[in-house]
């Protein structure tokens, strides 16, 4: 079965710093990975998804992920954040057959001015 | 193009009683996904359905929880005989129906169990 693992529960980042958050998948195939925010008592908005071609994914909010097959990871990065991306993050799989989404613990992020 | 929608945004309910949360799912989708985040965890997996079909409910609990998609209005994820540890947030998510896609969510309904 697959499974994601995001190792930072929380991560504190300075306003205009870069930030970038970690992502492992375990998966027997190429997996179609994605990343979603969610802001307190919100639902989840999609940043970016990637199901195959060009390894880098640019997304919405100036937000990018890598996708490494060798590593099994899909990390998401953002040169410069501002106050309004303190959100929780989330990373998930989906097989190819196409259903359930498998989500990781989620990462919180916090922006300090 | 609407969103997903899901009423209600707040549910109360006490012990024993019966909570139904309900979910529209965007326009032109005809696959919808329920999913659970209990406090201070991720989302789970909890049924996959079509219209007036359950593709998939391995993440349901055996008892208590039934879901259903009819062949005209919103999904229905209904909880019979609340307990507290029912409490969390239920999200539910569209996509298209052909193909592996995006699943696009909800705001949520928020269940507090008394």
């Known amino acids: 079965a697959q499974s994601v693992t995001q190792p930072d529960i929380h991560i504190t980042v300075s306003e205009g710093a870069s930030l970038e958050l970690r992502c492992n998948y375990s998966?027997?195939?190429?997996?179609?990975l994605f990343w979603y925010v969610q802001s307190p008592g919100q639902g989840l908005q999609l940043l970016l998804k990637?199901?195959?071609?060009?390894?880098l994914v640019q997304g919405i909010k100036g937000f990018e992920a890598e996708f490494k097959r060798s590593q099994s990871s899909f990390n998401l990065r953002k040169p410069s954040v501002h106050w309004s991306d303190a959100a929780e993050y989330f990373c998930?799989?989906?097989?190819?057959?196409?259903?359930?989404?498998?989500f990781g613990g989620g990462t919180r992020v916090l922006v300090k001015p | 193009n609407a969103g997903v929608m899901q009423n209600p945004r707040h549910l109360v309910r006490r012990r024993g009683q019966e909570a139904r949360l309900r979910c529209s799912p965007m326009?032109?989708?005809?696959?919808v996904y329920w999913y659970r985040q209990l406090p201070e965890e991720g989302l789970k997996f909890m049924v996959y359905?079509?219209?007036?079909?359950?593709?998939?409910e391995s993440g349901m609990p055996k008892e208590r929880f039934s879901a259903e998609f009819p062949k005209e209005g919103p999904s229905i994820l209904r909880i019979q005989q609340v307990v507290r540890g029912d409490s969390a947030a239920y999200f539910c998510?569209?996509?298209?129906?052909?193909?592996?896609?995006?699943?696009?969510f909800g705001p949520g309904t928020r269940l507090t169990v008394l």
């Open positions: 998510a569209s996509s298209p129906p052909f193909g592996t896609d995006t699943q696009y």
């Open positions: 998966y027997g195939a190429t997996p179609y």
């Open positions: 990637y199901f195959s071609g060009d390894t």
């Open positions: 998930a799989v989906v097989t190819a057959a196409g259903n359930k989404l498998t």
């Open positions: 326009k032109g989708h005809s696959h």
């Open positions: 359905l079509q219209k007036e079909n359950i593709i998939d």
